[in-house]
């Protein structure tokens, strides 16, 4: 399902979009993305979370993988942003590490994954550096492409009235593949939370034939923060990914409505049907409660 950053990984250069903040500090004096990559110390690609970006807030998620195939894994990782490889960076930020999955979950190719937020209000082709800080120094570049349009629902956009199976109609065996269901996030459809009007949460993906090394266990994440119980209006609802749950038959027409370029996907919704915060790739349990509290609670 992860397309758009497959084919980003057959060029090396990652096209790419995972929190930390972002900050527009100018460094007129600082030399060219280029010659801060090729520094002394190792220099990888990044491998990306994401990929599906419009003007305005960009969440990008990332792995760096060393030249041995090993994860790097440190607490943060310093950004920097230029318009090209040749230009000077026009701004410099922080990725934060966000861990992948709950206690219990089923394993993923990687236990965290760095996270962060930039602010790029045109569409283009921005480069980027990451740099872990700590430890033996890598390098890792790529490219974040921002389209003019985002090809999933964007902040503010409507969401689809699809009318997504619940426990009315169908079985949890049938309804998901997860090892061990959470019976509630079957209990509401996307179009009954729209027409109640009240807020909700929907997660797309497929626990069990999830291919990308970075989608981790998401459905189990939205879980946990379903449990915590923020806001007691708010529903939580899972869409499994493939027709009949069989990756042969294709996409269902539930992930068509939505215009899912890529899985999984987890969605923030307001009471008035538009969406607030979105998140493609994994999402980390203190990533998507902060956003709940944040959109969500009256």
């Given amino acids: ?35 801060l990559w090729r520094a002394p ?22 792995l760096i993988i060393d030249g041995q195939g090993g994860l790097v894994t440190r607490p943060t990782a310093r950004i920097w942003l230029a318009r ?41 082709t921005y480069w980027l550096l990451a740099e872990p800080v700590g430890g033996r120094k890598v390098q890792a570049v790529g490219t974040v492409v921002v389209k003019e349009r985002t090809a999933a629902p964007d902040f503010g956009a409507a969401a689809p009235k699809s009318q997504t199976p619940t426990l009315a109609t169908a079985t949890l065996d049938v309804l998901s593949t997860s090892r061990q269901p959470d019976p509630e996030l079957y209990r509401s459809s996307v179009a009954d939370a729209l027409a109640d009007r009240v807020p909700f949460v929907v997660v797309f993906a497929t626990p069990k034939y999830c291919a990308s090394r970075t989608c981790g266990p998401v459905v189990d994440v939205v879980s946990t923060v379903r449990r915590e119980r923020i806001d007691p209006r708010t529903r939580f609802i899972h869409v499994e990914i493939y027709e009949d749950n069989d990756p042969t038959q294709g996409e269902n027409r539930w992930v068509k ?27 980390s349990v203190r990533e998507l409660g902060a956003s709940v509290r944040k959109h969500l609670v009256r």
């Fill in 1 to 35: 399902m992860l397309r758009a950053a497959a084919l980003g990984l057959a060029a090396c250069f990652i096209a790419s979009g995972c929190g930390g903040s972002s900050s527009t500090k100018e460094e007129p004096d600082a030399p060219t993305l280029e010659n």
């Fill in 84 to 124: 090209g490889l040749q230009e000077r960076p026009f701004a410099q930020t922080t990725a934060r590490l966000e861990k992948i999955g709950v206690a219990g979950s089923d394993p993923a190719d990687a236990e965290a994954i760095f996270v962060t937020n930039l602010q790029l209000q045109e569409p283009g």
């Fill in 257 to 283: 409505e939505w215009k899912l370029p890529s899985e999984p996907w987890v969605f923030v919704v307001g009471a008035d049907g538009k969406v607030r915060d979105r998140f493609e790739g994994t999402v």
């Fill in 41 to 62: 110390g190792e220099d990888v690609a990044i491998t990306p979370g994401s990929a599906d970006f419009g003007p305005g807030v960009v969440r990008l998620t990332f």
